[in-house]
C-alpha cells in the first residue's frame, strides 16, 4: 500500500482530470453540437486516447491495433451515411377494440388538450 498524500493526489486527479471533468465538458457541449456529431467524438475517443498512449508511452502499435482503428474509422464512416427510407409504413392510428365505446366529440379526451381559459381581470 503506497504511503504519503502523492498516490492520494494522483488517485484523486485521475478521477477529476480523467473522468468527471471529461464526461461533465462532454454533456454541457451537447447542448451546441448535433447529436449524431457528439456520437462521433465518444467513438474517437479511444483512438486519440490510444495515439497518445503510442506516441507518449510506447504503447504497442502492430495489426491488432491497426484494425481496432480501421473498425472505429469504419463505424463512423457507416453512421455517417444517408439512412434509408423505412420499408415498413407505421399506422397512423391503432384501430378500435370493437367493443371500444367512441368518444363523444364534444368531451376531452387523452388525444385532444383541454383549452386552458384565459385569466380575466
Known amino acids: 500500500m503506497p504511503t504519503g498524500t502523492a498516490p492520494l493526489l494522483a488517485v484523486g486527479a485521475l478521477i477529476f482530470a480523467g473522468t468527471l471533468l471529461p464526461y461533465w465538458l462532454f454533456a454541457y457541449a451537447q ?3 448535433a447529436p449524431d456529431l457528439a456520437g462521433a467524438f465518444l467513438n ?3 483512438v486519440i486516447g490510444f495515439g497518445i498512449g503510442v506516441a507518449a508511452f510506447g504503447d504497442p502499435f502492430g495489426p ?3 484494425t481496432g482503428v480501421l473498425a472505429v ?3 463512423l464512416i457507416l453512421t455517417a451515411l444517408p439512412q ?3 420499408p415498413i409504413p407505421t399506422p397512423a392510428k ?3 377494440h370493437p367493443t371500444a365505446i367512441p368518444e363523444h366529440p364534444h ?3 387523452a388525444r385532444q ?3 386552458t381559459p384565459t385569466p380575466t381581470r
Open 31 to 33: 447542448a451546441w453540437v
Open 113 to 115: 388538450p383541454t383549452p
Open 44 to 46: 474517437i475517443e479511444p
Open 73 to 75: 474509422a469504419l463505424g
Open 84 to 86: 434509408p427510407p423505412n
Open 94 to 96: 391503432p384501430p378500435l
Open 64 to 66: 491488432l491495433q491497426i
Open 107 to 109: 368531451q376531452p379526451s
